[in-house]
């Protein structure tokens, strides 16, 4: 069965270091979402991209957040600096179509330590 | 704005018993609404899902029942089986509009032998 594939799995960084966490679609997904989920809370939107092109990035917050899908393909989201309320399970997820619902398939996700 | 509240953290049933896991919404928009479970280590898998314009869904021993004017859903699940034991997160969105899928906050099941 086709996966959407993330690295690292795991990452620890001390504050205010750059870290970078990279997710690989299902062949042929158009669509690419990155959500951040808070322990004890449900995933939140971070950014997402259709093919090449953000299309909804409002709650990135882009003072230190970068997100990038370069050939439309795979894809990169960065922090620079880390902080510690950034701590929390980051997970990619893509789909055919945007808003599919039930066509989203998730990765295992970066589970992201600031120390 | 939590548009989608998922009330109780835990639930502990025992092996056979049904299981009910509830979620409300706060937005008259939404019309599709998702049902997502997650192993530990491991992403959401999507569940089960219901449109606006039907008040249930069944899939095997998965059932989602939908009270628009209560802005209530639920998830029941019969009979539980310790395999089910995860965390089910409720989802809701709007396929009209350009709304992103808001996520409860989930409701850790465990299932007890």
């Known amino acids: 069965e086709a996966e959407v594939a993330q690295s690292p799995r795991y990452k620890i960084t001390e504050k205010s270091q750059a870290v970078a966490f990279w997710c690989d679609p299902i062949?042929?997904?158009?669509?690419l979402y990155w959500y951040r989920q808070i322990l004890g809370q449900g995933p939140e939107l971070l950014v997402q991209?259709?093919?090449?092109?953000?299309?909804?990035d409002s709650q990135l917050p882009k003072d230190r957040f970068s997100a990038e899908r370069l050939k439309g393909v795979d894809s990169t989201l960065k922090i620079q600096p880390a902080e510690l309320g950034d701590s929390a399970m980051y997970l990619c997820?893509?789909?055919?179509?945007?808003?599919?619902?039930?066509?989203?398939?998730f990765g295992s996700g970066t589970r992201l330590t600031v120390v | 704005d939590q548009q989608v509240k998922q009330n109780s953290p835990s639930l502990s049933v025992q092996e056979g018993r049904i299981s009910i896991l509830n979620c409300d919404y706060t937005?008259?928009?939404?019309?599709?609404f998702l049902w997502y479970k997650k192993y530990p280590a491991e992403g959401p898998t999507f569940l089960i899902s219901?449109?606006?314009?039907?008040d249930k869904n069944e899939d095997g021993r998965f059932t989602v029942f939908l009270n628009k004017s209560a802005k209530h859903l639920s998830l029941h699940i019969v009979p539980s089986q310790p395999g089910d034991s995860a965390v089910y997160f409720c989802?809701?969105?709007?396929?009209?509009?350009?709304?992103?899928?808001?996520f409860g906050a989930g409701t850790r099941l465990t299932v007890k032998p």
């Open positions: 997820a893509s789909s055919l179509f945007p808003r599919q619902g039930s066509g989203y398939t």
């Open positions: 219901i449109s606006s314009i039907k």
């Open positions: 991209f259709q093919d090449e092109s953000v299309v909804d």
């Open positions: 062949s042929g997904h158009a669509t």
């Open positions: 937005n008259s928009m939404f019309d599709y």
């Open positions: 989802a809701a969105t709007s396929l009209n509009d350009n709304n992103d899928m808001r």
